[in-house]
């Protein structure tokens, strides 16, 4: 039996180009009807969980095949939002809660660290930060690079 790795099992994840102007918009009325809705609204949208991080998947009727990924950093107090394809890790916030953390654990053992403790230059945020704090499409580049390494290691 062939076991697939964690890089291959989300490597279909695809976000919507950044920059597009169109997407930006997209962006802003999501995240516009989002943060107008009450706080206890915006809890069916939210997971928290010491791996994965804080989390908000959020979709809407006025923009179908869209998905809003929503990253909040409590300590940092700042946030990283990303627009997504549909996906099966998209499906259900335990979904996404499951694939971010296979990512951040397979990141951790790459790396030979506890996952807790890696911190990645974060140039748009302009700091070091934590795999919990990272987009999910930026967990992927970063395995992509840990298993490159691995790679390369091997092979020297």
């Known amino acids: 039996m062939i076991i697939d790795s964690v890089l291959d099992k989300y490597r279909g994840v695809r976000h919507r180009q950044a920059g597009d102007i169109q997407d930006e918009g ?3 009325s999501m995240l ?3 943060t107008k809705m009450s706080k206890i609204d915006q809890q069916q949208f939210w997971s928290q969980d010491n791996v994965a991080g804080n989390v908000c998947l959020y979709t809407n ?3 179908p095949g869209v998905i809003l990924e929503y990253v909040w950093s409590n300590q940092a107090k700042d946030s990283i939002t990303t627009l997504y394809h549909p996906h099966s890790i998209f499906n259900t ?3 996404l809660i499951k694939a971010r ?7 951790g053992s790459g790396l ?3 996952p807790s ?8 945020r302009g ?3 934590y795999l919990a704090e990272m987009g999910t499409m930026q967990l992927i580049d970063t395995l992509a690079e840990v298993e490159a390494q691995r790679v390369n290691i091997i092979h020297a």
Do not use: P, Y
């Open 101 to 107: 953390t296979d990512l951040i654990m397979e990141i």
């Open 112 to 114: 030979q660290m506890l």
């Open 26 to 28: 997209v962006l802003n």
């Open 117 to 124: 403790m890696v911190q990645i230059n974060d140039e748009g």
């Open 127 to 129: 700091r070091l930060t």
């Open 61 to 63: 009727s006025e923009h």
């Open 32 to 34: 516009g009807k989002l």
């Open 93 to 95: 916030r335990g979904d």
